[in-house]
């Protein structure tokens, strides 16, 4: 096998991740980003003069990247400002009630007794009791095992997990499961939507989803410089150990030498030979040949599945009115049902679309006065890639979720030159083979979070990363999928040279 070091197909969160810990062990790494920026879905948009983060927004489960910033010698703290956020975030219906939720738990439970009652607030701490103990219980088993199964989760579960997880009835969608929890259905609304942060209806998730609702209560931080300065930072980091990073170069084709990954073809024809190759883009570009022919389609698990949410959304500088934002703004339609069945099961954009508004000059700083920097979303099919949503349907799908905001009390006016749209078929040119689906496959039913692909594909030599994988969508999760897929490449090294990394669950340390 030539010494030719690991090829990082993406500069996705994943890519970044799985470069910089390699890098760190002393690997030669290339990464190779079609874009011309690092971060994939992490980006930022410039629009009228301000730098919009018009990815994700929401940064939790802060602990996996102190992890990985330690396994890469430094510490998060230490390379980039980030604030815990005191208002989680702020839920509106159109009958002008609101509901926050809070860092603080208590500051909750109040807030939940004042918005739907003393009972409801019993029902929220006995809801909140549920969603930890399911985090805890999966966390070690699922969320951190770099190839879980079934069974081997149902063993590592033991006796008191496995009560956990019978103790949700018997294999319930998120939905019924929080219909038993809440009376108030605005509670159940809320934390249905959690399904969502993996692209998936909360009428087919499994209800083991409520631990993201965990996630976000252990705390939401804002990064400064917005999401776009983690990924620079990852970026950054990882040159400073040697990664050389290639922009605006499109990888082809994954190369293959006796059925193993021997490198890469770029579209201009530079081949590059790899020891190694971990591919950062979404699993349906391997799965639909378009890395290759031949065996490759074949080194993801399973056949393809349905495929998770897309959305509109428009990054947005402008003054609002009327409203009083914090930083994160869910704002519901009261017929929740018809977004999920106009999506998965219609094939068409919501006509009822819940809105979500990121104010990124809020919850910190003081509000602002002038124009404010605005990410708006709205769930769509991930249709991305066909003709059945036509420009006129998305004109209306935004007056629509305008017409909402309004209704809701927030105005915000679009103008030409101070909002830029992204629709379906844009994050089906960004991602490839996507469609626009933004978080791999939809979790739909139980056994679809086992259905993804692990770190090691079934090509010797070729890794994946990356949200469409193990354990899943999400910055932190993908994150954690790059890691794995790095400590995956360093047991292949090991394999194949007599090179021997110490793997620990922390990150990985060479003798
Ligand atoms: C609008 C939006 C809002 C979101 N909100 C949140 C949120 O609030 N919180 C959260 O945690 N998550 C959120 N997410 C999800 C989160 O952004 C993703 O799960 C995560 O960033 C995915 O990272 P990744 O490593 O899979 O790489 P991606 O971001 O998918 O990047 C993959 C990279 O690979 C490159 N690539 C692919 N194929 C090739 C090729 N052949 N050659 C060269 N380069 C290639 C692409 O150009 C891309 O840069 C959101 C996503 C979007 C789009």
Redesign the pocket.
Known sequence: MPESGVVV?????????SALLLAQQGLRVTV????DH??????QLQVDGAAID????????RWVFDRIFDAAGTSLARELNTSPLSVLARHAWADGSRLDLHADPLQSIQAVAEFAGPDEAQRFERFCQQARLVHDTLEGPFIRSPSPTLLQMASALGPSGLRVLLGMGVMPSLWRSLGQHFRDPRLQQLFGRYAT?CGSSPWQAPATLMLIAQVEMDGVWSVDGG?HALAQCLARLGAQRGVQFRYG????RITLSQDRASGVQLASGETIAAQAVV????VA?LRTG??GAGPLPQAVKGRAAERSLS?I?WSINAPTHGFPLERHNVFFQDDYASEFTDIFDRARLPHKPTVYV?AQDRGLADTPTGPERL?C?VNAPALGDSDHITPEAIDQCEQASFQWLQRCGLQVSLQSHNHVR?TPAQ?HQ???ATGGA???QATHGWMSAFARSNSASRIPGLFL????VHPG???????L??QLAAEAVMAHRALTKRYHPVLTSGGMSTP
């Open positions: 197909v993406g500069a996705g969160v994943a890519g970044l991740v190779l980003e079609s874009a690092p971060g994939g879905k992490m980006r018009s990815g994700p927004t929401v940064f939790t489960m942060y999401m170069e499109s990888v082809q591919f950062n883009g979404d570009a378009l890395l959305a959304t990121c990410l979303l992204t994050f960004l991602f490839p933004l978080y791999g990363a990356g949200g469409s969508p999400g910055v932190p999760m993908a994150a999928s790059g």
